[in-house]
């Protein structure tokens, strides 16, 4: 596979030709002279990609309008050319696209780098696929008509607007074994394609929820679009300087649903970007008691990892009792949360140096579609989430008390405009716990 981040260099179009007999039931004697397919498919050019051109064994499934559902034409690459493979789901069915000579329409193109095995039923008048592909897709449409038996022409193939890939690299990769969740990507893929050759795209799946990871190259491949807050359909929006975010990526092990989470700031995540993310075996979660979720042990930069900055102390990934970072947790009063089972709150000193410039940033941002704070330092991090998944603040008991009252406790607030330390509600009132190790 080529670098990342390079564009991508056209591929060559390349010929298929490859004909069609009708025949009569009763005889192998064709009664029309076979439909002949002369088409070329060119890879997109000026985008950047994980996957950078043609390879044997891509697919490309071909609707065409005046061609009743289910019926296509498939055709594949085998290297150097392309070649008819498929009409209607059976190799070489006799009769059945049922073109005719002077026939005309237009023909849909439509590539899954995932899906080459694919296949087509009938949903009504629509097209659609044995299975949803929550991937990104290439496409081109073409005018047709059938001129002395044949069907000529190129697809100038495109991936849609606003779709985005990320790459892990894990030489044991299998399709969907890890999944990868972000706020600022949808998974999105073909939903249908309709009688007109019109794309519909899928609809069931929200901005953080996980797209499924599928082996590519030595590694694993996904890709979704952008949300509306982050998308740059618009020319002008495209040609604009973007705004550099911090992002929070959650990746999924299906079977056991195990995590480890990335954090990315300063970056720009524009339509069409192709993002390397740390391999499977460097960044990850380790389990470290009973009701405590996490201790983080790596993350994404290379260098200084968290533990190794002690004047910030080791802190817990989790709130208590909470399996991920975005889990609120249950409140507790100051006794009990200074009572529970082998844990330590953090003081109201190592409160204060989170805050302080120098040691650690900022910013506030929505993990798996809850809002909270991103304590970054060392080139490191924890979540701590507000209140709600929509609250813009958050409370958190400290373990010291107030100095001149004692029926008050410090207390650490977050909220969208900063990180706070200060007087906490009476010892009485319920905030969050987060942990720390001694």
Same mark, same amino acid.
């Given at each position: 596979?080529?670098?990342?981040?390079?564009?991508?260099?056209?591929?060559?179009?390349?010929?298929?030709?490859?004909?069609?007999?009708?025949?009569? !039931?009763?005889?192998?004697?064709?009664?029309?002279?076979?439909?002949?397919?002369?088409?070329?498919?060119?890879?997109?050019?000026?985008?950047?990609?994980?996957?950078?051109?043609?390879?044997?064994?891509? *697919?490309?499934?071909? %609707? %065409?309008?005046?061609?009743?559902?289910?019926?296509?034409?498939?055709?594949?690459?085998?290297?150097?050319?392309?070649?008819?493979?498929?009409?209607?789901?059976?190799?070489?069915?006799?009769?059945?696209?049922?073109?005719?000579?002077?026939?005309?329409?237009?023909?849909?193109?439509?590539?899954?780098?995932?899906?080459? !095995?694919?296949?087509?039923? *009938?949903?009504?008048?629509?097209?659609?696929?044995?299975?949803?592909?929550?991937?990104?897709?290439?496409?081109?449409?073409?005018?047709?008509? /059938?001129?002395?038996?044949?069907?000529?022409?190129?697809?100038?193939?495109?991936?849609?607007?606003?779709?985005?890939?990320?790459?892990?690299?894990?030489?044991?990769?299998?399709?969907?074994?890890?999944?990868?969740?972000?706020?600022?990507?949808?998974?999105?893929? /073909?939903?249908?394609?309709?009688?007109?050759?019109?794309?519909?795209?899928?609809?069931?799946?929200?901005?953080?929820?996980?797209?499924?990871?599928?082996?590519?190259?030595?590694?694993?491949?996904?890709?979704?679009?952008?949300?509306?807050?982050?998308?740059?359909?618009?020319?002008?929006?495209?040609?604009?300087?973007?705004?550099?975010?911090?992002?929070? %990526?959650?990746?999924?092990?299906?079977?056991?649903?195990?995590?480890?989470?990335?954090?990315?700031?300063?970056?720009?995540?524009?339509?069409? !970007?192709?993002?390397?993310?740390?391999?499977?075996?460097?960044?990850?979660?380790?389990?470290?008691?009973?009701?405590?979720?996490?201790?983080?042990?790596?993350?994404?930069?290379?260098?200084?990892?968290?533990?190794?900055?002690?004047?910030?102390?080791?802190?817990?990934?989790?709130?208590?009792?909470?399996?991920?970072?975005?889990?609120? =947790?249950?409140?507790?009063?100051?006794?009990?949360?200074?009572?529970?089972?082998?844990?330590?709150?953090?003081?109201?000193?190592?409160?204060?140096?989170?805050?302080?410039?120098?040691?650690?940033?900022?910013?506030?941002?929505?993990?798996?579609?809850?809002?909270?704070?991103?304590?970054?330092?060392?080139?490191?991090?924890?979540?701590?989430?507000?209140?709600?998944?929509?609250?813009?603040?958050?409370?958190?008991?400290?373990?010291?008390?107030?100095?001149?009252?004692?029926?008050?406790?410090?207390? %650490?607030?977050?909220?969208?405009?900063?990180?706070?330390?200060?007087?906490?509600?009476?010892? =009485?009132?319920?905030?969050?716990?987060?942990?720390?190790?001694?």
């Amino acid at each position: 596979m080529k670098k990342m981040w390079i564009l991508i260099v056209m591929a060559a179009a390349v010929i298929t030709s490859c004909g069609q007999e009708i025949l009569d !039931s009763g005889s192998d004697v064709p009664e029309t002279a076979p439909i002949v397919f002369n088409l070329t498919a060119n890879h997109p050019n000026a985008t950047k990609a994980v996957k950078t051109g043609w390879e044997a064994g891509d *697919a490309i499934f071909v %609707f %065409f309008t005046g061609v009743e559902a289910p019926k296509h034409l498939k055709i594949i690459y085998n290297g150097s050319a392309w070649t008819c493979a498929e009409y209607n789901g059976a190799t070489q069915t006799p009769g059945a696209l049922g073109l005719t000579d002077g026939k005309e329409g237009t023909m849909r193109a439509v590539y899954l780098p995932f899906g080459s !095995s694919a296949t087509i039923s *009938a949903d009504g008048t629509s097209f659609t696929f044995s299975k949803t592909y929550y991937a990104y897709y290439l496409t081109a449409t073409l005018d047709y008509t /059938v001129t002395n038996g044949k069907v000529s022409g190129t697809f100038q193939m495109e991936i849609p607007d606003d779709y985005v890939q990320f790459f892990v690299d894990d030489a044991d990769a299998q399709d969907e074994a890890y999944q990868l969740g972000c706020d600022a990507v949808i998974p999105t893929g /073909v939903a249908s394609i309709s009688a007109n050759g019109t794309i519909t795209e899928t609809s069931d799946k929200t901005a953080a929820d996980d797209m499924p990871g599928y082996a590519y190259s030595g590694g694993y491949l996904f890709s979704g679009k952008l949300n509306a807050q982050y998308s740059s359909t618009r020319k002008e929006e495209r040609e604009a300087p973007v705004e550099a975010h911090a992002y929070y %990526f959650a990746k999924t092990k299906t079977s056991d649903n195990t995590r480890a989470d990335y954090f990315v700031s300063g970056k720009t995540l524009t339509e069409h !970007s192709a993002i390397k993310l740390p391999a499977n075996g460097d960044a990850k979660w380790q389990a470290v008691g009973p009701g405590v979720c996490y201790e983080l042990l790596h993350i994404i930069d290379a260098g200084t990892s968290w533990e190794s900055s002690t004047s910030l102390g080791k802190w817990y990934t989790c709130n208590y009792g909470c399996s991920v970072p975005e889990q609120h =947790g249950t409140p507790y009063t100051f006794d009990d949360a200074n009572s529970l089972p082998g844990v330590t709150l953090p003081t109201q000193d190592q409160f204060e140096k989170l805050n302080t410039t120098g040691y650690a940033e900022w910013v506030w941002l929505p993990v798996h579609g809850h809002s909270g704070m991103v304590v970054k330092a060392s080139n490191a991090f924890l979540f701590l989430p507000a209140q709600d998944a929509s609250s813009e603040d958050g409370r958190y008991w400290s373990s010291t008390l107030h100095q001149q009252s004692p029926e008050y406790a410090m207390g %650490f607030f977050i909220n969208n405009i900063g990180l706070h330390v200060g007087q906490a509600p009476n010892v =009485g009132e319920q905030l969050s716990v987060r942990p720390i190790q001694n």
